[in-house]
């Protein structure tokens, strides 16, 4: 009769790593799924757009609240701005002051020459 053993196979070991303090193990590691994390809806990652006429109603409540627009209270003006616009509009616009920048630049490139030729040419005919 043969006497059969069975096959141990050796027991698992737990083996500090240097300097971290963690203790690894000599067990097979099975690939644990990525952590799932919740990534915002489409509409987060996406920038408010604004027509024409919104960007009109965002110029007039600028023109409008611009009394409230002082030195300590920048943020509380803007938050107002945007609040504002999301009642009127119905769009969240996330930086109302980010916006009019860029509305200010554009109106600089486009419009600035064409008001320096006008100022020239009226100063031109008001010289004698």
Same mark, same amino acid.
């Given at each position: 009769?043969? +006497?059969?053993?069975?096959?141990? +196979?050796?027991?698992?070991?737990?083996?500090?790593?240097? /300097?971290?303090?963690?203790?690894?193990?000599?067990?097979?590691?099975?690939?644990?799924?990525?952590?799932?994390? $919740?990534?915002?809806?489409?509409?987060? !990652?996406?920038?408010?757009?604004? !027509?024409?006429?919104?960007? #009109?109603?965002?110029?007039?409540?600028?023109?409008?609240?611009?009394?409230?627009?002082?030195?300590? *209270? *920048? /943020?509380?003006?803007?938050?107002?701005?945007?609040?504002?616009? *999301?009642?009127?509009? /119905? *769009?969240?616009?996330?930086?109302?002051?980010?916006?009019?920048?860029?509305? #200010? $630049?554009?109106?600089?490139?486009?419009?600035?020459?064409?008001?320096?030729? #006008?100022?020239?040419?009226? /100063?031109?005919?008001?010289?004698?």
């Amino acid at each position: 009769m043969s +006497s059969q053993t069975p096959s141990l +196979s050796p027991a698992p070991t737990i083996l500090a790593s240097r /300097g971290r303090g963690r203790a690894t193990s000599s067990l097979p590691q099975t690939q644990s799924p990525a952590p799932q994390t $919740q990534s915002p809806a489409p509409a987060d !990652n996406l920038r408010t757009r604004l !027509n024409d006429e919104e960007k #009109l109603h965002l110029v007039r409540f600028c023109i409008e609240y611009q009394v409230e627009h002082v030195k300590g *209270k *920048k /943020g509380a003006f803007w938050q107002k701005i945007r609040m504002l616009l *999301k009642e009127q509009i /119905g *769009k969240d616009l996330r930086d109302p002051h980010s916006t009019m920048r860029i509305l #200010l $630049q554009q109106f600089e490139v486009q419009r600035l020459p064409q008001m320096r030729q #006008l100022k020239w040419s009226c /100063g031109a005919r008001l010289s004698p």
